[in-house]
C-alpha cells in the first residue's frame, strides 16, 4: 500500500522557519519525482517545489529563494525546509508522489504572529 505521511505543521510568527517532512512506503521511492504542493482558504492547490529522481530541483515563484526541498533516498523521506515564512504561506501542505500519483493528508502550516 502506498503511503505518504507529512508532519512538521504548525504555527509559527512572521520571518521564522519550519522543516516539513513526509515519509513514503509501499513504492520505490527513489525513482520517484516528489512535490510539495500547498493549498490556502479558498483557494485552489498550488505547486510549492519539485524534485526529481536525480535531484534536480523545481520552485514556485513565491516561494523561490526561501524554501528548499531535498530527499532522502535511504530514508525515503522527502523535505521542505521553509525559511522566512509570511503569512500568505499559510495553508495545507500536501506531499505528492508524481510517479504514482499519491498524495498525503497533509499538514497544516500557519503563519501569524
Known amino acids: 500500500e502506498v503511503q505518504l505521511v507529512e508532519s512538521g505543521g504548525g504555527l509559527v510568527q512572521p520571518g521564522g522557519s519550519l522543516r516539513l517532512s513526509c515519509a513514503a512506503s509501499?513504492?520505490?521511492?527513489?525513482?520517484?519525482?516528489m512535490s510539495w504542493v500547498r493549498q490556502a482558504p479558498g483557494q485552489g492547490r498550488e505547486l510549492v517545489a519539485t524534485?526529481?529522481?536525480?535531484?534536480?530541483?523545481l520552485y514556485g515563484d513565491s516561494v523561490k529563494g526561501r524554501f528548499t526541498i531535498s530527499r532522502d533516498n535511504a530514508k525515503s523521506t522527502v523535505y521542505l525546509q521553509m525559511d522566512d515564512l509570511k503569512s500568505e504561506d499559510t495553508a495545507v501542505y500536501y506531499c505528492?508522489?508524481?510517479?504514482?500519483?499519491?498524495w498525503g493528508q497533509g499538514t497544516q502550516v500557519t503563519v501569524s504572529s
Open positions: 505528492h508522489d508524481l510517479k504514482w500519483d499519491s
Open positions: 509501499g513504492f520505490a521511492f527513489s525513482i520517484a519525482a
Open positions: 524534485i526529481t529522481d536525480g535531484h534536480r530541483t
